[in-house]
T-cell receptor, first 113, second 112 residues
């Protein structure tokens, strides 16, 4: 059974803290993604990666960075967390061109106080 | 650029009602089209897909037909259940693209 896992389901951090969100997939997919989901705004793409050490900015990269040192792992980093980064964060992977199905992790609900 | 437009929600129906959630798209070439569903507290999961014009995707009683002439991929179900309450996302993937383009999502609530 294919799986995308995220390191935490719920996370509470203080303003200014450095935050790491980890995502691991076991499908040998090339492409991985980080989204945030907010009420009324749908899914917004933060960053994606199509290969190890490669990354591309999505629609809302400001305040975030990413790391992909291994194919199966894609990390989202909030360098200095702010309250407007309180959100649900979803990781996903996509096998192109072997499969066009995008698989999602369960999400991390981050609260920054 | 490529885009997906879904009917705005929320949508509230009674159990056994007929469901339609509209989805239209703008894309270059011939995209693949998808419906994803997000149940409460979970990530998104693929509900159905269609990869070429006139294809019909179906799963769990849901159907959607890829209509190139109207650039649409409307989601339908003949008789909804309370367990269908979720957020539904329409999405597309253009040939050669590395990422999906999602609609805004439609929240569906089914009352018993």
């Amino acid at each position: 059974d294919v799986k995308v896992t995220q390191s935490s389901r719920y996370l509470v951090k203080r303003t200014g803290e450095k935050v790491f969100l980890e995502c691991v997939q076991d499908m040998d997919h090339e492409n991985m993604f980080w989204y945030r989901q907010d009420p009324g705004l749908g899914l917004r793409l933060i960053y994606f990666s199509y290969d190890v050490k490669m990354k591309e900015k999505g629609d809302i990269p400001e305040g975030y960075s990413v790391s992909r040192e291994k194919k199966e792992r894609f990390s989202l980093i909030l360098e200095s967390a702010s309250t407007n980064q309180t959100s649900m964060y979803l990781c996903a992977s996509l096998g192109v061109p072997t499969s066009y199905e995008q698989y999602f992790g369960p999400g991390t609900r981050l609260t920054v106080t | 650029g490529d885009s997906v437009t879904q009917m705005e929600g929320p949508v509230t129906l009674s159990e056994e009602a007929f469901l339609t959630i509209n989805c239209t798209y703008t894309a270059t070439g011939y995209p693949s089209l998808f419906w994803y569903v997000q149940y409460p507290g979970e990530g998104l999961q693929l509900l159905l897909k269609a990869t070429k014009a006139d294809d019909k995707g179906s799963n769990k009683g849901f159907e959607a037909t890829y209509r190139k002439e109207t650039t649409s991929f409307h989601l339908e179900k003949g008789s909804v259940q309370v367990s269908d309450s979720a957020v539904y996302f329409c999405a597309l993937l253009t040939q050669g693209a590395q990422k999906l383009v999602f609609g805004q999502g439609t929240r569906l609530t089914i009352n018993p």
